[in-house]
Nanobody, 115 residues
Framework: QVQLVESGGGLVQAGGSLRLSCAASGSISRVNVMGWYRQGPGKQRELVAGIASGGSTNYADSVKGRFTISSDNAKNTVYLQMNSLKPEDTAVYYC?????????WGQGTRVTVSS
């Protein structure tokens, strides 16, 4: 089992920044990829960014150059630094931890970007 707790969401004006955190606990050694997903109003959940255990990262085209995913292995925490936020980034952001055969999800943290 892996437990995930997200934090850092909130209300921000367009052009502003937020940093989301995802603290992981439990069977951390089995996690091979962690990611941030988001689900906007009336939209399907989509991948925002991912980071593999080896450190490689990938991003959705819509956030490239604005968002950065990183990890602090000592703290078992993954971060999503979000800069130059746009109203279309408004969503509930979820942290995901992938282990062989399944994924674990956090409860989500809401990000609202006002224009």
């Amino acid at each position: 089992q892996v437990q995930l707790v997200e934090s850092g969401g909130g209300l921000v004006q367009a052009g502003g920044s937020l940093r989301l955190s995802c603290a992981a606990s439990g069977s951390i050694s089995r996690v091979n990829v962690m990611g941030w997903y988001r689900q906007g109003p009336g939209k399907q959940r989509e991948l925002v960014a991912g980071i593999a255990s080896g450190g490689s990262t990938n991003y959705a085209d819509s956030v490239k150059g604005r968002f950065t995913i990183s990890s602090d292995n000592a703290k078992n925490t993954v971060y999503l630094q979000m800069n130059s936020l746009k109203p279309e980034d408004t969503a509930v952001y979820y942290c995901e931890a992938a282990v062989p055969g399944r994924s674990y999800w956090g409860q989500g943290t809401r990000v609202t970007v006002s224009s």
